[in-house]
């Protein structure tokens, strides 16, 4: 029990630093951007490390944003994220 409630309050912590950023940076080359938030979905271009991100949300390990100078509500696996 005690270790699940860590595990809520980590996602908790994790969610809240991403909306307080802001602001999230690409962090490698070549990462694609999608329609959605899953491998599943359309890959609609790549980013290259340095490309920022206006935050706009999370759905699990994915987040949507608004890509600066280019597409908008797209989504980026957060591994390639620095927010």
């Known amino acids: 029990m005690l270790t699940r ?3 809520v309050f980590s996602m908790i912590v994790a969610a809240a630093s991403v909306a307080a950023a802001g602001v999230c940076t690409v962090n ?4 694609n951007y999608r329609g959605g938030p899953g491998p599943e979905y359309p890959v609609l271009g790549t980013v ?4 920022n991100l206006n935050y706009g949300g999370r759905a699990g390990d994915w987040i949507k944003g608004d890509l600066w100078g280019g ?3 797209v989504w980026i696996y957060v591994a390639y994220l620095d927010c």
């Open 5 to 7: 409630i860590i595990a």
């Open 28 to 31: 490698d080359n070549g990462v």
């Open 48 to 51: 290259n490390r340095g490309q």
């Open 71 to 73: 597409s908008t509500g």
